[in-house]
Structures are given as structure tokens and as C-alpha cells.
């Protein structure tokens, strides 16, 4: 069994910085794939940030030099550090985590949402 939990959320004046924090626990023999993703009201859920065991990280264009993803292997945690916040970055955040656990299956795994407002 693997399970996420996602800190980190909050209010925020604009212009300010929020660091996300997804931790995963259980049976893990290796992460393979981070992602974050994002889903404000009414709109489709989208990807924010993605990166891969031994790879670059690939943002989408709204967030790029604003946000970086990070991981760290050792914790079984993933990270988002968030920059010069901008209201249209309110909603709530999910992490994903594409990981091989203890019986060697590979699966996607979610957080629960952490939610980010961002005030003008």
C-alpha cells in the first residue's frame, strides 16, 4: 500500500512564494515519474510540472521561471516550489507520483489536493 500526503498550501498576497510538499509512504522500491497538477474552479484539471527519475523537469509555459519541481529520493518526497504567485494560479494542486512498490508493479498514485490561493 502507498500513500501521499500533500502539505504546503495557503493564502498568499500575489508576488509571494508557497512551497508544496508531497511525501510518500508504504511499499516503495523506486519513484519513477513526479508530477504536479492543478485544477482551478470550473476549469479541467492541467498539468504544471513533470519530471523523471534521472531527467529534466518540463513545465507548462504559464508557470516556467516562476515554479520548479524537485525531488528527494532518500525522503520519498516531491516538491514545488512556487514563485511571484499570480491569482490565476489559485486552485487546488495534486501530486502524482508514478511508483514501482515493494511487489515491483508500477502505478500512478495521487494526493489528495492541497489547495493554493493566491490574492491580489
Known amino acids: 500500500q502507498v500513500q501521499l500526503v500533500e502539505s504546503g498550501g495557503g493564502l498568499v498576497q500575489a508576488g509571494g512564494s508557497l512551497r508544496l510538499t508531497c511525501a510518500a509512504s508504504g511499499s516503495i522500491f523506486r519513484i519513477n515519474n513526479m508530477g504536479w497538477y492543478r485544477q482551478a474552479p470550473g476549469k479541467q484539471r492541467e498539468l504544471v510540472a513533470t519530471i523523471a527519475r534521472g531527467g529534466s523537469p518540463n513545465y507548462v509555459d504559464s508557470v516556467k521561471g516562476r515554479f520548479t519541481i524537485s525531488g528527494d529520493d532518500a525522503k520519498s518526497t516531491v516538491y514545488l516550489q512556487m514563485n511571484n504567485l499570480k491569482p490565476e494560479d489559485t486552485a487546488l494542486y495534486y501530486c502524482?507520483?508514478?511508483?514501482?512498490?515493494?511487489?515491483?508493479?508500477?502505478?500512478?498514485?495521487w494526493g489528495q489536493g492541497t489547495q493554493v490561493t493566491v490574492s491580489s
Open positions: 502524482k507520483l508514478d511508483i514501482t512498490n515493494g511487489r515491483l508493479t508500477r502505478n500512478d498514485y
